[in-house]
Nanobody, 115 residues
Framework: QVQLVESGGGLVQPGGSLRLSCVASGNIFTIYTMGWYRQAPGKQRELVATINQVGATNYAESVKGRFTISRIIGRNTVHLQMNGLKTEDTATYYC?????????WGQGTQVTVSS
């Protein structure tokens, strides 16, 4: 089993910044993909950004140039730096980890962008 603990959500004004963190623990494998997905009320969960064990990244078009995903090698931690936040970024953000053909999700952290 793998546990994912997220932190860093909150309320921010449009144009502001937040940094989300996700720490994985438990039965960790060295080959993985970790990332962030989000779900707004009434909408489907969607990809935000992912990163794998060699640092290859993937971003949703809507966040390119504003969000940056990174990892801390050896600490099973990923960060999502979110700059230039927009009201449409409001959602619950979920950390996800894929390894050995299994998928794990965090509990989610709320990000609200509002003036």
């Amino acid at each position: 089993q793998v546990q994912l603990v997220e932190s860093g959500g909150g309320l921010v004004q449009p144009g502001g910044s937040l940094r989300l963190s996700c720490v994985a623990s438990g039965n960790i494998f060295t080959i993985y993909t970790m990332g962030w997905y989000r779900q707004a009320p009434g909408k489907q969960r969607e990809l935000v950004a992912t990163i794998n064990q060699v640092g290859a990244t993937n971003y949703a078009e809507s966040v390119k140039g504003r969000f940056t995903i990174s990892r801390i090698i050896g600490r099973n931690t990923v960060h999502l730096q979110m700059n230039g936040l927009k009201t449409e970024d409001t959602a619950t953000y979920y950390c996800k980890r894929d390894q050995v053909q299994l998928t794990y999700w965090g509990q989610g952290t709320q990000v609200t962008v509002s003036s």
